[in-house]
């Protein structure tokens, strides 16, 4: 390998793509389209077509889509006003813009 070649550890699911399974994303995932089971990543990005169902980890999750089921946020979570949470959320931080949704159980850590 180059010492030029520029490794990603970043995960994209496209519009219109469903994965199921388990997935873990050393760097940032970014869904837009869905996702069933569990998903593991440093940084989340859920787009406005994006639906994520399962077990959700990971530092920092950033929702304009749907988030549901068992969210475990080590630091930030913002939901934005298209964002629709529901389920159980532990959390450190959490940001709510207007219009944002969240349905469930919450556990500020």
Do not use: W
Not at 20 to 31: E, H, N
Not at 56 to 79: M, P, S, T
């Amino acid at each position: 390998m180059s010492d030029n070649v520029v490794v990603s550890n970043n995960l994209v699911i496209g519009t219109g793509v469903t994965f199921k399974g388990s997935i873990t994303a050393p760097g940032k995932a970014i869904v837009n389209g869905a996702v069933t089971g569990d998903l593991t990543a440093d940084d989340l990005l859920i787009g406005k077509e994006g639906n994520v169902t399962g077990v959700v980890r990971a530092r920092e999750i950033d929702v304009h889509g749907e988030l549901n089921e068992d969210i475990v946020c080590r630091e930030h979570i913002l939901i934005h006003s298209t964002g629709r949470v529901s389920g159980t959320l532990e959390y450190t931080e959490l940001e709510i813009h207007r219009g944002g949704r969240f349905r469930g159980e919450m556990k500020q850590k």
